[in-house]
């Protein structure tokens, strides 16, 4: 996949805003962060998932986690768009994958 090749994103924060982002980089997070959330609610915290996405995150894209945290963010977001990933209630925020 050619580095400047872009996908579209969403946030569940802004509807019918999208943006336009790396696609390996993407795709290397959304696999990190499915491979860490768990099935079921109560879910993890974000700060729980930045460090449960570490050993699922591509050396070749973040090499030694580089910038993951913004990557967690902007693929949090588009996932619970598309209705993925679910917070649960309450406060801290808690991330799951949708049944």
């Known amino acids: 996949m050619p580095d400047d090749e872009k996908i579209l994103i969403e946030s569940i ?26 099935e079921q609610a109560p879910g993890l ?5 930045n460090i449960a996405i570490l050993p699922h995150l591509s050396e070749v894209e973040f090499p030694g986690g580089a ?8 693929v949090q977001l588009d ?13 801290p925020v808690r991330l799951f994958k949708c049944p």
């Open 79 to 91: 996932l619970e768009a598309k209705r993925i990933i679910q917070r649960g209630p309450g406060t």
């Open 13 to 38: 924060t802004s509807p019918h805003h999208t943006e336009r982002v790396n696609k390996a980089k993407y795709m290397a997070m959304r696999h990190a962060l499915l491979a860490a959330l768990p």
């Open 67 to 74: 910038k993951a945290g913004w990557w967690l963010k902007a």
């Open 45 to 49: 915290t974000v700060a729980e998932a």
